[in-house]
C-alpha cells in the first residue's frame, strides 16, 4: 500500500514549457486534489475530482488542466509554464465525501520555472 | 468556511506538553474542527478533528470550548519529531476543499 505517489520529486522548467505532474494514489480513494504551496505560505486548491470523469476548479486553477480517466490517477497539467508556477505542488486523496476521515497528501513535487 | 487564527510560532521543550491555541469564533453550528501538520518539505498530515466534544488518539488531542469559539491542540510528549507547522482548519465534513492559512510553526527543542 504505497498511498498517494506523486512523480517527478523536482522539475525544472522552461518558460513556455509544458508538462505534466503525476499523481496517482492505491486506496480507492474517489476524491483527489492538486493544491500549490508558496514559500511561507498554506496551500491553495488547484483543482479536484470527485470520481473519475467528474473535476472542479479550486481557487487558483488558471495556467493549469486536470482530466481524471481512472480512479487511481490524477494528473495536472501546465499548459505554458511561467516563473510565478514556480511552487511546491502536493497531491491528496480521500474517501468521497471526505466525512470523518482525512485527507493523505503525497510528498509533493517541487517545480522551478526559469 | 470559518476563519481560524493561530499564533504564527511557539516553542516547546522536549518531553512537555505543546499546546497550541486556534480562534475559530465564527464557527457555524456544522463544522468541525481539523488539525493538519506539515513536517519540513513533506505533505500535510491529518492529526485530529472533533465537533464539540473533545477527542483524542494516538497522536494529539483536541479540546473545544463550550461555545467552539476556540480549541486547543495538545501534543502529550512532545519529541523533536513534532517539529512542524501546524494548521487548525474548520470546514463541514462534507466540503472536499480544505482552506489552509499559515498555521503556527512548532519547534521542540531538546
Known amino acids: 500500500n504505497a498511498g498517494v505517489t506523486q512523480t517527478p520529486k523536482f522539475q525544472v522548467l522552461k518558460t513556455g514549457q509544458s508538462m505534466t505532474l503525476q499523481c496517482a494514489q492505491d486506496?480507492?480513494?474517489?476524491?483527489m486534489s492538486w493544491y500549490r504551496q508558496d514559500p511561507g505560505m498554506g496551500l491553495r486548491l488547484i483543482h479536484y475530482s470527485v470520481g473519475a470523469g467528474i473535476t472542479d476548479q479550486g481557487e487558483v486553477p488558471n495556467g493549469y488542466n486536470v482530466s481524471r480517466s481512472t480512479t487511481e490517477d490524477f494528473p495536472l497539467r501546465l499548459l505554458s509554464a511561467a516563473p510565478s508556477q514556480t511552487s511546491v505542488y502536493f497531491c491528496a486523496s480521500s474517501y468521497s465525501p471526505p466525512g470523518d476521515y482525512g485527507y493523505t497528501f503525497g510528498s509533493g513535487t517541487r517545480l522551478t520555472v526559469v | 468556511d470559518a476563519k481560524t487564527t493561530q499564533p504564527t510560532s511557539m516553542d516547546c521543550a522536549e518531553g512537555r506538553a505543546a499546546n497550541l491555541p486556534c480562534n475559530h469564533s465564527t464557527i457555524s453550528g456544522n463544522e468541525y474542527v481539523y488539525w493538519y501538520r506539515q513536517i519540513h518539505s513533506q505533505g500535510p498530515q491529518y492529526i485530529i478533528h472533533g465537533l464539540k466534544n473533545n477527542e483524542t488518539n494516538e497522536m494529539a488531542s483536541l479540546i473545544i470550548t463550550e461555545d467552539r469559539k476556540s480549541s486547543t491542540l495538545i501534543l502529550p510528549h512532545a519529541t523533536l519529531r513534532d517539529t512542524a507547522v501546524y494548521y487548525c482548519?474548520?470546514?463541514?465534513?462534507?466540503?472536499?476543499?480544505?482552506?489552509f492559512g499559515a498555521g503556527t510553526t512548532v519547534t521542540v527543542r531538546a
Open positions: 486506496m480507492n480513494h474517489e476524491y
Open positions: 482548519i474548520v470546514r463541514v465534513p462534507y466540503d472536499y476543499k480544505l482552506s
